[in-house]
């Protein structure tokens, strides 16, 4: 995979991305990042990329001209035949992400991402140059560029090859709809608090049956707006439901009195 990345601040991303999970996808060669400064492709002594909405408002936007030039000189070397290439551009607007989504992007051989800063860009880039608008949370940040290492870790870890274990993305919270089941470690017996004995028995059967269920509780305790959206047997709904009914199904039930 490659991720290229266009930015107002290159440097903000030199110590995250040779560290930690991005440095291992870089030493396996599986994953490879282009960090850009969008500044570069401006053609005044200032390097201006910002300027006063027009109608009157609080704050600058980003121009239109650094930021088209900037991405289709990113992407003039890819292929007339190749599929379309996500364009991401990160902004309190745009769709939260989710895991579900870092699935469908992590299925492309290239994602490009674009920083939003100040009070935003143009609109015109987000009509004819971006293909999705993504939020990490419903709060303001004072830049693109937190989301955007939110976002290439999520794609990388789902990259074959890039975690120690092949089971790890498939096992971790929200990669099934649920909440992960409760972990432990050595000592089974800490200060008296002891591993579940299920952990200890050696039955996988009955280990995986534990962590389903665990996982459940967790979500319909935690998370219950996650249990609306999971496929659950109807055993496993009734398990859900006694401990916080999702409002989806809530209001299904109410209809069918």
């Known amino acids: 995979m490659r991720i290229d990345i266009l930015t107002l601040f290159p440097q903000f991303f ?22 850009y400064n969008i500044r570069d492709y401006t053609h005044d002594r ?15 936007l980003l121009k239109p001209e650094p930021v088209f030039e900037a991405l289709e000189d990113v992407l003039k ?9 996500p364009v991401i551009l990160t902004t309190p607007q745009g769709q939260t992400f989710s895991q579900s989504l870092a699935y469908q992007l992590a299925q492309h051989k290239r994602i490009a ?40 870790d999520a794609l990388v870890r789902l990259v074959p090859g890039v975690l120690g274990s092949e089971d790890s993305p498939v096992t971790d919270s929200h990669s099934d709809g649920l909440l992960e089941y409760p972990q432990f470690t050595r000592p089974a017996d800490f200060r008296g608090w002891k591993v579940p004995e299920i952990l200890l028995s050696g039955n996988h059967a009955k280990i995986a049956a534990w962590r389903r269920e665990q996982s459940i509780l967790k979500t319909a305790s935690r998370r219950p707006d996650l249990l609306a959206k999971t496929s659950l047997t109807a055993e496993e709904k009734k398990l859900g439901s006694g401990l916080s009914l999702p409002q989806a199904d809530a209001d299904v039930n109410e209809q069918s009195k």
């Open 113 to 152: 991402i674009l920083c939003g800063h100040y009070e935003g860009m143009d609109d015109r880039v987000r009509e004819h140059l971006v293909t999705h608008e993504i939020s990490i949370g419903d709060y303001v940040l004072s830049g693109g560029e937190l989301p955007a290492l939110v976002i290439a």
């Open 77 to 85: 070397d890819r292929f007339e035949d190749e599929l379309p290439i």
């Open 46 to 60: 200032h390097h201006v990329v910002d300027d006063y909405p027009f109608g009157g408002g609080a704050g600058m």
């Open 14 to 35: 030199l110590t995250p991305l040779q560290d930690a999970i991005f440095r291992r996808a870089k030493d396996k060669n599986l994953v490879s990042f282009n960090v």
